[in-house]
């Protein structure tokens, strides 16, 4: 008999002000005057983890690592892995590779200093590894990174590399050679890929196109990478004005993604990126942007 496949469980921990859909109407320069809802999230999903004996990745935001590093120890802990989600939750295809270099740095120094023990994993701010950013992986494995998970293979209009792989692979990088974990998709048919395993998928989607997903993409042996922010369990979290659109998709759901996630863990068998062990047998490829499945 085939062993269950194993599938991956992470957090991106970050607050609720944090996100890009409202960087417009609040500045980096004052995340400083908004009071921290993450560790109190994060501790539920924490306890969420216990009851479903699953552990997991947390990609810890630098700039929560100053400030809250008893979060971290706490997390480290509770029997998890530590990982990088950059300092300043920047666009990466917007930054120069100097400037990705000195986030990504700075980061982990604070993460490794609060964790007390060396982060090898990466999630870049909104999936934001793309065609035009993928010097990111030379960087990531020069600065002592091994394995990355910040491709979608959809469209979307923020992020996305439509064509790249699918399942985990290895990429040779200027660096080193690099495990990228690209977030899960399934396929309807011939239809275009589509997203699933965490996030907005499944808050503001129904559970039934979740489940559906991750069979479908369990019957082509993808397993489900699945992710969620603490601030997506947080029903009571203070309104940021701004665009419409970015409130619909912050806002819809959030009562009901907890009960959500406790249905997404019981789907299957989750572990962390450090111990899935799907990285070691992993194809390498070669042309990444060329790269068709
Ligand atoms: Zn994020």
């Known amino acids: 008999m085939k ?27 004052r995340w400083g005057t908004y009071t921290l809802r993450v560790e109190n999230n994060t501790r539920r999903i924490l306890d969420l983890l216990d009851e479903h004996n699953v552990e997991a990745t947390f990609f810890v935001l630098g700039w929560v690592a100053e400030r809250v590093p008893g979060l971290v120890r706490e997390i480290a802990a509770r029997g998890h892995e530590l990982a990088c989600h950059s300092y300043w939750h920047r666009l990466i295809y917007k930054l120069t590779p100097a400037e990705f270099a000195d986030d990504t740095q700075r980061a982990k120094d604070v993460i490794e200093q609060a964790a007390g023990c060396q982060v090898f994993g990466y999630r870049a701010p909104s999936y934001s590894v793309t065609r035009g950013s993928l010097w990111a992986l030379d960087v990531l494995a020069q600065s002592g990174f091994t394995y990355d998970s910040s491709i979608f293979p959809i469209r979307h209009d923020v992020y996305g590399i439509p064509d790249a792989p699918r399942g985990p692979f290895r990429v040779q990088t200027a660096g080193g050679t690099l495990t990228e974990y690209p977030i899960t998709t399934f396929r309807l048919g011939t239809g275009p890929n589509l997203p699933v395993g965490g996030g907005g998928y499944l808050r503001l989607l129904p559970f039934w196109y979740t489940r559906l997903g991750a069979r ?54 989750f572990s962390s990126f450090a111990k899935c062990g799907l990285g070691e047998n992993a194809p390498m490829v070669t042309n990444l942007t060329r790269e068709t499945q």
């Open 3 to 29: 062993p269950p496949m194993v599938n991956v469980f992470s957090v991106d921990v970050e607050d609720y002000f944090h996100v890009e859909a409202f960087a417009d109407v609040v500045p980096r320069d």
């Open 216 to 269: 479908r993409a369990a019957a082509e042996q993808l397993p489900l990478i699945a992710y969620i922010h603490p601030w997506e369990v947080d029903p009571e979290q203070p309104r940021l004005q701004g665009r419409a659109r970015s409130r619909l998709r912050h806002y819809t759901n959030l009562a009901r993604t907890y009960d959500r996630l406790a249905a997404l863990l019981a789907l299957g068998q």
